[in-house]
């Protein structure tokens, strides 16, 4: 029976096209290097599938992947129950399938090791019990949440994200139940636009002791309004990397740079981008964007993700 679940999509990313993956393939770099995927989602609606059947399928194209880590995707919500605690049920399937991987018939990998379930820290101190009951659903895997706060007054930017409120970061409620995760030793993904580092930077500099991860490689934007802007866009997003490296406890993905949300077209081309077209010399591609992360971040304190839908990554 193929799921009725909605599809949810932002519009800032191409569907994965399977047939057109095919079309472009590249030697592995250092295949026997151990490495834990740190960033993926598993869901199935819209008529897109990608279960644990599906990433084993990825994970076994070569590279030593020892271990995923889940981040939420609104995936698997209890249809029922008080509304705070429905996300528990994303927690409680990841959870399933890293019980299902632990069988060993889904390849050496450990799928799931670790799972970012989602909490509405404008609950305050309400979230508690919600972190809680995940840390109990999570079977020794849940480390911690991600509450999205992206949001630009563009719509062309903002698509589904332009119901969210602007400010998130700053909001008194939401840092009441932000205050919840540290206590109970649990991390907090962010994902936003680059125009919003600053106010995570702030959050950062407010709750020190709580280890922070920023996405996406904090999501600079090339469509919409900040089309045809790539210099100014990348001398701001540069000067808020800069800034929010300076706190220790902020680690970046440098992940996402395929995304439409940056401005190219790759998912539009004949055949996936090679690296080399990813990451062309001299342009303000996701090339210097990843160097720049780097050498903000000093190599310590950076996570890299792999990218799927439109690039291949090795």
């Known amino acids: 029976m193929a799921s009725n679940a909605p599809a949810s999509s932002s519009g800032l990313y191409a569907d994965p096209r399977e047939d057109w993956l095919a079309l472009h393939n590249e030697e592995l770099l250092d295949p026997t290097r151990p490495i834990v995927d740190p960033h993926h989602h598993l869901w199935d609606r819209g008529g897109q599938r990608y279960l644990i059947e599906e990433l084993a399928a990825d994970l076994g194209s070569g590279h030593n992947v020892v271990a995923t880590v889940y981040v939420e995707a609104r995936s698997m919500y209890r249809a029922g129950g008080p509304e705070p605690l429905r996300p528990v049920g994303e927690v ?24 970012v379930g989602h909490a509405n820290l404008l609950l305050g101190e309400s979230a508690r019990a919600v972190l809680e009951a995940e840390i109990a659903a999570g079977g020794g895997r849940f480390r911690g949440i991600r509450h999205s706060s992206a949001w630009d007054a563009d719509p062309d930017v903002a698509g589904m994200y332009a119901l969210r409120p602007k400010g998130l970061l700053l909001d008194a409620g939401f840092r009441k139940g932000f205050a919840c995760l540290a206590p109970l030793g649990l991390s907090f993904d962010a994902w936003l636009f680059h125009p919003q ?22 999501g600079p934007i090339g469509v919409g309004s900040y089309g045809n802007r790539r210099e100014e866009v990348f001398t701001g997003w540069k000067a808020s990397i800069l800034d929010i490296a300076k706190c220790p406890n902020v680690v970046v993905k440098l992940g996402g740079l395929a995304m439409r949300l940056l401005g190219y077209d790759f998912d539009k081309r004949a055949k996936p981008p090679s690296s080399e077209d990813a990451a062309p ?13 780097v050498r903000a971040d000093a190599c310590s304190r950076v996570i890299f993700p792999r990218t799927k839908a439109s690039a291949v990554t090795r």
């Open 197 to 218: 580092i600053g106010e995570l930077a702030d959050l950062a500099r407010a709750f020190p002791d709580t280890p922070i991860v920023l996405d996406h490689c904090g």
């Open 92 to 115: 409680e399937f990841a959870n399933g399938a890293a019980a299902m991987s632990a069988s060993g018939g889904y390849g050496p990998a450990a799928i799931c090791a670790g799972i």
């Open 281 to 293: 010399p001299g342009g303000h591609t996701s090339k210097p964007a990843s160097r720049r992360s």
